[in-house]
């Protein structure tokens, strides 16, 4: 995938950033903490400079010398262009292109295929990547989307075990142990009140797990989750045959409930984000050299 | 409504709290800042102080002759009995009822008949009113309820711009206007991510208007908004004929969309919630000093 060029790659999100550096033929790695330059623009310029400084212990290079290398960043929150010139202003590197985390995450898994890639953890995001490049449905944050999510998974548990305590839907095992849990639909609404998307995406288990003992709630949540998926497929132009990937934690859940061509198209992932950017940084490194 | 029995009552909303005494056969009136018992409990506390002194001051009576008066509080975020006893040591009356702020609004509209009130101002919550005592459907706040709310209504319609923006379901006049609004897809999720249920509420107007000039994105908003309050009437047992009253800033949006037996059985409220605070506080000294 690389030759000998010096790239530098980092695939950036809320929980943590992962750097690689090509350096004379070999790769070095490091993790450091997460970053989203709309949540926390400082924060994320912190963790970059901690990144850059640790690969140049490790590689035993001066940071200006690293500052030379054509670098991808794939970050969190990177919503408007502005951002990307703020954060250049920032950090050291001279030969830089920043995109959000999505880009990266699609080239991790597809490499160089026509595809569609279902990013589901946290939050949540559908891509197809063909000649025409990449073309991307949803996200948006848990507030107005995120859908199939883990933080939407868990939040919608949360919703239909409160309508379910006052009859406006029918109680199950799983929606009763929720009740229980929490000790009582006061409690949920205050939890609800403070949470998190992380905080959220803590109870999709219960959904995953109570779906697989038949549970009529959370059986219609991952059907709801799945109709979504199926629907961001259709307007993104999948076709048959087309490779179909399904990454983070909750993805695994859905693979039963989507159609039977889909299903029949799943491949597992190439690679990590961290390998699509490298991969995108060879692409940005051979531009600015050529 | 009441006789010359000393009463004091009070309507505590987060936006503005309002207090009644009735005093030597006089009715006064007070209004001041918002409360809410669970998100500030400090603030809801000197806001009581406030209105209880602005009280004394009109009526110009010493606070611990005040104190001795029969009260009903009806406060917003009211929702565990602990509070309610922590706000009895916090303020100095001595005969005091503390309730969470609806049943307040329902016997306002209401007075003693049997009927449904549904509350679909910035929050909702629907409720019925019979000879068992009163019954209770939604609210919960927006992150997991308060559907057909105007908190609702502005976030379904930043929801459904930003789908429509991506391909997932039609584009109208309505959804591409919110996006001109805006400025673009990334600034409504900014936007949202920081929004209270209040800043959401500022757009329902454009969901109500839009809905008049037959827009089917927000027809079918409004459409959603009225099966939830239908379906909340069925849970509560409602019967043709029994009275139903609308009540808050998007009510009258959906008188039109809801069922013909429903709409044969609207009646105008018979006064406010602080009328109905009144009436609670009078029951209330009938108990303690039977």
């Known amino acids: 995938m690389t030759d000998m060029t010096p790239l530098l790659a980092v695939d950036g999100g809320g929980t943590s950033c992962r750097f690689a550096l090509i350096w004379e033929g070999q790769r070095l790695e490091h993790e450091g903490p997460g970053a989203n330059l709309t949540s926390d623009f400082d924060g994320a310029v912190a963790a970059l400079w901690e ?3 640790a690969l140049s212990a490790k590689a035993g290079v001066r940071l200006d010398v690293l500052a030379e290398v054509p670098t991808y960043l794939g970050l969190a929150g990177m919503i408007k262009p502005e951002l990307g010139s703020r954060l250049a202003d920032a950090i050291p ?3 830089l292109r920043v995109q959000e985390d999505r880009p990266a ?3 991790g898994a597809l490499g160089l295929r026509r595809g569609v ?3 589901l953890g946290t939050g949540s995001f559908v891509a197809r990547q063909s000649a025409g490049g990449m073309a991307f ?9 995120d859908d199939a999510s883990g933080a939407w998974m868990g939040r919608s548990l949360l919703r239909q075990s409160l309508r379910a305590s006052e009859g406006m839907c029918d109680a199950t095992e799983l929606t009763r142990e929720v009740i229980d849990t929490f000790g009582g639909a006061s409690e949920i609404i205050l939890y609800a009140q403070a949470a ?3 905080d959220f995406a803590r109870l999709a288990p219960m959904v995953v797990a109570a779906a697989e003992a038949e549970d009529a709630v959370a059986v219609a949540l991952l059907q709801d989750g799945a109709a979504y998926i199926e629907r961001a497929l259709l307007v993104l132009g999948w076709r048959a045959g ?9 993805a695994n859940a859905y693979a039963g409930y989507l159609g ?7 491949v597992e992932p190439e690679g990590r984000a961290l390998d699509g950017a490298l991969v995108l940084a060879e692409r940005f490194a051979a531009e600015v050299t050529a």
Chains 1, 2 share one sequence.
């Open 51 to 53: 990144g850059l400084e």
């Open 93 to 95: 590197l001279a030969r």
């Open 105 to 107: 995450a699609v080239v």
């Open 117 to 119: 890639v279902a990013g």
């Open 137 to 145: 449905v949803g996200g948006h944050g848990l507030v107005l989307g």
């Open 196 to 198: 998190r998307p992380v």
């Open 242 to 250: 087309e490779a179909f990937c399904l990454l983070g934690g909750v």
């Open 260 to 266: 039977v061509e889909i299903q029949a198209s799943l």
